[in-house]
């Protein structure tokens, strides 16, 4: 089957918070999952009041979740996140389809958007680069998550 026919079979649409189930289990086999980040139904729920979206790409006749872009905001960029395709799915053209609907929310909203990769993620790097990102210079990512607990 072309890639174009099988995108026909495919939709974008936004999350509903009956979808987070099958979202988790993307996340998971996608190895996109992580407990330590607190990625739960209300976490998403409260980063789509905060001016975000969550797309989710569905099978039309299934109703199979087979791809996810969790894009947040924090008042002064977009960030996307958990961007991902079931393994069965790739390399058929879907991440453009997911890529392309989550850069038409960017675009309507007028800000920057940035993102994280995996240096060694060369297909999503190509993929990405092809849509006009640009790596940010050396700048490397920190982050503290459990700041409850944290000494000081």
């Not at 079979?9 to 407990?35: C, G, H, I, Y």
């Not at 960030?79 to 929310?105: A, M, V």
């Amino acid at each position: 089957m072309t890639k174009s026919r099988i995108k026909d079979q495919f939709l974008v649409r936004s999350f509903r918070e009956d979808d987070f189930e099958a979202v988790a289990a993307l996340w998971k086999q996608t190895e996109m999952d992580n407990p330590e980040r607190g990625d739960d139904s209300e976490t998403i729920l409260n980063t789509i009041r905060l001016g975000g979206k969550l797309f989710i790409l569905e099978n039309k006749s299934s109703g199979l979740i087979a791809g996810t872009s969790w894009l947040t905001f924090d008042g002064r960029r977009i960030f996307l996140h958990h961007f991902g395709i079931l393994p069965e799915f790739q390399g058929k053209g879907l991440s453009k389809l997911l890529l392309g609907e989550s850069l038409r929310f960017v675009k309507a909203s007028g800000y920057q958007v940035k993102l994280e990769v995996h240096a060694a993620n060369h297909i999503a790097i190509k993929l990405y680069e092809s849509f006009g990102f640009r790596h940010l210079g050396d700048y490397m990512v920190y982050i503290i998550r459990d700041v409850p607990n944290m000494e000081i």
